[in-house]
């Protein structure tokens, strides 16, 4: 069928004004378009079943000479579709070359790693790249937390009436000023562990509740201009503070320090984490360079999102020692042991991780 | 029907696309990537419909997924836990379950999860480069934030009893909303995820190339006179209604389109019913010639009222 189509064009090439000869019997006629399409069809159709097993079954599906031949088909692809665009008039022929063009440019150019490989680059190289890049952010979030644990540590020991002042009455959780030394070591700091299904509760508590609430609002708050964010660090802050001088005031801060420790280095990391991410943002805005506002935040977003992924995997982990290990652990140094090994883990893979050879 | 705001310039548009809005209503939007060879796509962007559907697909998949690992596990307990406990168990699986559904497939598939691959939809790079992991991570983790988070804590909220209004959970509310708020009020109609990954969801079903609507021979011949009476876009129309399957609608649509052009043109020779498709498609192919060939040298003509004048 080429073949005769293929001597009705030279024919025509040849005459060119018999193309739509009117009257005269039945003129054949011919149209580059149909000439464009039968010299390619068979190209594009290889390169549609390439593509489709892309989709279906990813670029290792493909055998060598497949491999090869992709590209070669998908150039020849755009180039028909370049040319058509200029010659041919026919719509389905159009909207399929479109089509098959990008889908073959995104199987051409699309992500070369598995699954796990790109779950694994995205661990070992992106998350702690990305934390480190905002290391001023971080040290930042980090000042306005702990400027919230000296004030209200210090009002606190003080005047335990601030206690109720920075520690809203649901996260209190009946303690305060009335509490007693013997109350607090007893039901608090070494209560007995509530087994299994209790601590999941604990745990997923923590995942859905106020500090990951407080989190992720310190993140998003970012948004406007960081001034939030750190208000609401520094207000946790406060309550830290103030949690810690209760216990002072009764004796029990090494005790208190190490029921603390032990996911608190976790979740703490993960709020400073997220603070930072919600700076990271804030500082994109305040200061776009020679971008648009939202331009500049578009471009550099992703850091700001790896963060956030980062401090909800804080949390997740920060949930799993506090509903697991809190009260399970009842000695006060193995506690401390923990939580601290806990805390430089996590120094190590976000300053480290990714990093290779060079400083 | 079709929005101004959608088309730039009207006349400037491709045939195909305002064929497109001539019969779909113009809906779609558009964006243009170049490809590094230098030859511009065109991509469309996912509609809210389409999006729904694919999630609402997805989401039920996820669920079943989520009861799977859940009912084995709530078995286990037993009745230890309390009603708080169950759900506490039930929101943690299904976190674990979705994030690791969406973030396998749209790395497995190329940015498709199977509800969006049965709407044919796709995740692409914004700008036109590759989708790498840390975006997809990053928009899947991110609808957490928007959406899940916030709910689990509306629905734990019920447990305060104070009567006073909870600022915790007004904001989490309107934090909820301004997620919800996000893909329509950009013009990519990008959720937060997708801002922040940069990447945007497209429409991409697979097209079906089928057999050219050409005659080889025509039984009906035309002149230049008569060819000059249509552009582009008036053939693509015409090739659109060829294209529908037969049936009594079509053949009552055809009949009346061919009605029109035979007035237009000044076709004196009676015409029989039988004859309404062969005369169209000729018709076609010759105005197809035609108008092809007039646009190879460079009078090419939109459609019937713009163009080359008849004097050419």
């Known amino acids: 069928m080429t073949q005769t189509a293929d001597a009705i064009g030279e024919r025509l090439i040849a005459n060119p004004e018999l193309d739509v000869a009117p009257g005269a019997g039945r003129p054949k006629l011919v149209l580059k378009s149909r000439e464009f399409r039968n010299g390619r069809e068979q190209g594009w159709r290889e390169l549609d079943e390439l593509v489709r097993r892309v989709e279906r079954r990813g670029v290792r599906s493909l055998s060598l000479d497949e491999l090869q031949r992709l590209p070669i088909l998908y150039r020849a692809a755009l180039s028909s579709l370049a040319v058509a665009r200029t010659i041919a008039l026919d719509r389905n022929l159009l909207l399929y070359l479109e089509n098959l063009a990008l889908r073959a440019y995104l199987a051409v150019y699309g992500p070369r790693l598995s699954p796990g490989a790109g779950l694994r680059a995205f661990f070992v190289h992106d998350l702690p790249a990305a934390v480190r890049a905002a290391r001023w952010h971080i040290l930042v979030a980090t000042l306005a937390l702990l400027v919230g644990v000296a004030v209200g540590f210090i009002l606190t020991v003080q005047d335990e009436a601030w206690f109720s002042s920075f520690m809203p009455a649901a996260m209190a959780g009946g303690r305060g000023p009335s509490s007693t030394a013997a109350s607090l070591r007893d039901k608090e700091l070494f209560a007995p562990w509530p087994g299994a299904v209790e601590a999941f509760g604990v745990f997923a508590n923590v995942l859905f509740s106020h500090n990951t609430l407080v989190g992720l609002m310190c993140f998003g708050l970012g948004l406007a201009a960081g001034i939030p964010t750190l208000m609401l660090t520094t207000y946790q802050g406060l309550g830290l503070g103030a949690f810690v001088a209760l216990h002072y005031n009764r004796d029990l801060t090494i005790e208190c320090l190490g029921w603390l420790s032990i996911h608190g280095t976790t979740e703490l990391g993960a709020l400073i984490l997220l603070s930072a991410g919600g700076l990271v943002i804030a500082d994109k805005i305040l200061f776009p360079g020679r971008y648009s506002r939202i331009e500049n935040l578009a471009l550099h977003g992703r850091q700001a999102a790896l963060m956030g992924v980062g401090g909800i995997l804080m949390l997740f982990v920060a949930g799993i020692l506090e509903g697991g290990f809190r009260q399970l652990v009842q000695s006060t140094s193995l506690r401390f042991a923990i939580g601290l090994g806990v805390g430089a883990l996590w120094l190590i893979y976000f300053s480290r991780c990714g990093r290779g050879a060079r400083r | ?271 029989s019913r039988q004859d309404v498709i062969a005369f169209l498609r000729d018709f076609y192919t010759a105005e197809r010639a035609f108008l092809e060939r007039e646009q190879l040298y460079g009078k090419s003509r939109p459609d019937k009222y713009t163009g080359p004048a008849a004097s050419a």
């Open chain 2, 1 to 271: 029907m079709t929005t101004a705001q959608d088309l730039p310039e009207g006349a400037s548009l491709a045939a195909h696309e305002r064929t497109a809005q001539f019969f779909e209503g113009g809906r779609r939007r558009k964006r243009e990537i170049v490809t590094p060879e230098g030859v511009p796509v065109t991509v469309e962007i996912a509609d809210y419909g389409e999006r729904l559907v694919a999630f609402t697909i997805d989401f039920v998949i996820w669920t079943l997924l989520t009861f799977a690992v859940y009912i084995p596990v709530l078995a286990l307990i037993g009745k230890a836990g309390g009603i708080l406990i169950a759900i506490s168990i039930a929101l943690f699986f299904g976190f674990l379950v979705r994030n690791l559904y969406f973030i396998y497939f749209e790395l497995a598939w190329q940015g498709a999860t199977p509800g969006k691959r049965i709407v044919g939809l796709r995740v692409i790079d914004h700008g036109g480069g590759p989708l790498i992991p840390s975006a997809v991570i990053a928009r899947n983790l991110t609808r957490e934030v928007e959406m899940f988070i916030p709910l689990g804590v509306l629905l734990q909220g019920g447990q305060s009893i104070n009567g006073a209004v909870d600022w915790k959970e007004l904001a989490t509310a309107a934090w909820l909303l301004f997620s919800l708020a996000i893909p329509v009020i950009n013009r990519d109609r990008m959720r937060g995820g997708d801002l922040i990954a940069g990447t945007m969801v497209v429409s991409l079903p697979k097209r079906v190339l089928s057999s050219d609507l050409v005659e080889r021979a025509l039984r009906f011949t035309f002149t230049p006179a008569q060819l000059r009476a249509y552009g582009a876009f008036e053939l693509q129309v015409l090739e659109e209604l060829l294209r529908r399957p037969h049936n009594p609608e079509t053949a009552r649509v055809l009949d009346e389109v061919c009605d029109k052009i035979c007035r237009k043109i000044g076709w004196s020779n009676p015409l």
